[in-house]
């Protein structure tokens, strides 16, 4: 069903056309949508919970993964949507799959942290071929092509590998998901003793990125949706760097998964203390991996 929305008085609302299908289109488009994004006060009133008290969303989150939707519409009327405010279906489908996470980082978004970014993943059968990621307070646009880089604007992307040891990690505590609360902390307990330091910044997608430009070397989070990673995951690759699940498998589309990132030495010694850490901790550890939970 189809969202109808009137924009607060002043809005503009910026009518993008797709023209040639190059990543600049998603660029534009990424960047067209964030003007959507209120002058950050006030933001409370439309603050709503969802599934968990602190999963929030906003009418700005819908706003923006509706415009995103309907403005790719117009070139691309075949194509599927993955999107996380609604339309949760990952058809296995030929045409071009979109997936969206309108704002990464509501909670942020909510406090006025501005660490927030939208994040567009763009599949075709079944593989990313182009990505952005873009944090409009800092004017960061991530973007990448599949077999052609990565860059963070006019920079490309080259991770450094380096040895856990000496890596900063992004390490989230899966807000949403408390049933895995004490794991997710005992394992981040022995992850970070083997690490440099931590960060937790409260957006999975612009951390995955900063995973691929140096500012981390490393993302890992236990339980994250296709929307959260999508995007980034070839970000991380076509910088160089090695994305996967904790046991080392491919990212799913269609359901939940754990997520480690980054260079690829550092993402190695993570994926062996994951390893010895579930033949001692964790055999019984249940996570709900459906997309629709
Ligand atoms: C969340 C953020 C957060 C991460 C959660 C995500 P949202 O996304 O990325 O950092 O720890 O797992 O679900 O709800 O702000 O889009
Ligand atoms: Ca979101
Ligand atoms: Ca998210």
Redesign the pocket.
């Known amino acids: 069903m189809e969202r109808i929305y009137t924009p607060k008085a002043g809005a503009i609302i910026p009518l993008v056309f797709i023209g040639e299908k190059t990543m600049s289109d998603l660029k534009k488009i990424v960047v067209s949508a964030a003007e959507l994004l209120p002058d950050l006060f006030g933001v409370n009133d439309t603050v709503h919970k969802k599934g968990s008290i602190r999963?929030?969303v906003t009418e700005y989150?819908l706003l923006i993964q509706d415009y995103i939707i309907n403005t790719i519409k117009k070139e691309y009327p075949n194509a599927v949507f993955l999107g996380?405010e609604g339309g949760k279906e990952a058809e296995d489908t030929n045409n071009l799959l979109f997936v969206i996470?309108p704002?990464?980082?509501?909670?942020?978004?909510v406090n006025n942290c501005k660490f927030?970014c939208i994040s567009i993943a763009m599949l075709r059968s079944g593989e990313v071929v182009e990505a952005v990621v873009y944090n409009p307070y800092l004017k960061d646009m991530f973007f990448a092509k599949k077999n052609e880089g990565a860059w963070l604007n006019d920079q490309k992307l080259q991770i450094e590998d380096t040895r856990l040891k000496e890596s900063i990690v992004g390490y989230?505590?899966?807000?949403?998901d408390e049933e895995i609360t004490d794991f997710t902390f005992a394992f981040g307990k022995m992850l970070y003793k083997k690490s440099l330091d931590f960060r937790?910044?409260?957006?999975?997608?612009?951390?995955i990125c900063y995973a691929a430009c140096g500012r981390y070397q490393l993302y890992c989070?236990m339980?994250?949706?296709p929307?959260?990673y999508l995007a980034a995951s070839l970000i991380v690759e076509e910088a160089g760097g090695v994305i996967s699940d904790c046991n080392g498998g491919k990212l799913k589309i269609n359901k939940r998964c754990s997520v480690v990132a980054g260079c690829p030495t550092a993402h190695h010694e993570v994926l062996e203390m994951y390893k010895d850490f579930m033949q001692q901790k964790g055999n019984d550890i249940k996570v709900k991996t459906s997309i629709n939970d």
């Open positions: 999963n929030e989150d996380e996470d704002i990464d980082g509501t909670t942020n978004f927030s989230s505590n899966c807000p949403y937790r910044m409260g957006a999975s997608a612009l951390e989070e339980i994250l949706y929307w959260d």
